[in-house]
C-alpha cells in the first residue's frame, strides 16, 4: 500500500486528536488534568460524549494502516522486527480504541449522579474509571516495544540519525510536555490530544523515506 496507508494512518490519528477535543477539551490550562483528563467529563455534554467516544474507536482502526507502512518501511532493514513493529503498534489501537469507547459509560454515570443516586453513581464512575485504568496499562507494553523496536530499525544506515528519535514514546512525549504546558484555555483544548499528534508526526516524518527505504 506504501504512501497510501501512511496518509490514512495520519488521517485517522488527525482524527481521534479531533475527538479527544470534542469529548474531553475544556478551557483550562494544560496541567489542570491528568493523562487522562476523567475529570472533564463530569463538564462534556452527552451529545459531545457520544461523538468523541464514537468516531474515536473507528479512527483507532484507521491508524493502523499508518502502522503497516512503518511494517513495510522497515522490512528492508529486518523483516521480523518490522512485523512485531506493526504489531506491537496495533496492540496499542485495540486497547486505545476500548479506552476511547469507554469514556461513554464513564460520562453515562457521571450525568446520572445526582439527588438520591449519587452514591450509586459515584460508585459506577469509580468502577469504571478503574476498569478504564486497566485497559491504558495493557498497552503500555505494546507501546514500549513499538518505540524500541522503531528506535532499533531507524539505526539502520538508510536512515538519518534523527530519526529515530521520531518513535513514539519521544513523539508522544514531546507533545505531551508542550501542551501540558500550555495555560488556559490552549493547554485544555490541545492536551487531550497528545498521544494521537505524536503519532500522526511520527508517521509524517516517515514518509519522506518511501520508497529509498523500503
Known sequence: MGKTAAYIGIAGAL???????????????????????????????PLRVF??????????????????????????????SALWLFVALCS??????????????????VTTNTGSGAPLAMAIVQEYTHHLEIISYLGVPGFLAGAILFFKL?????FPKWFKFANPLISCGVFMAVFSALPAPFGGYLKPTFINMGLAAMLALSVRFWPKAA
Request: hydrophobic share 50%.
Open 15 to 45: 482524527g481521534m486528536a479531533a475527538c479527544d477535543m470534542i469529548l474531553l477539551a475544556q478551557p483550562v490550562a494544560g496541567w489542570n488534568y491528568g493523562l487522562s483528563s476523567f475529570e472533564a467529563m463530569a463538564l462534556t455534554p
Open 51 to 80: 461523538i468523541g467516544s464514537t468516531f474515536g474507536l473507528v479512527c483507532a482502526f484507521f491508524i493502523c494502516f499508518g502502522f503497516w507502512y512503518l511494517k513495510e518501511l522497515f522490512e528492508g532493514v529486518e523483516r521480523q
Open 92 to 109: 496499542v489501537e485495540f486497547f486505545g480504541g476500548a479506552f476511547h469507547a469507554g469514556y461513554y459509560f464513564i460520562s453515562a454515570a
Open 154 to 158: 531507524a539505526l539502520d544506515k538508510r
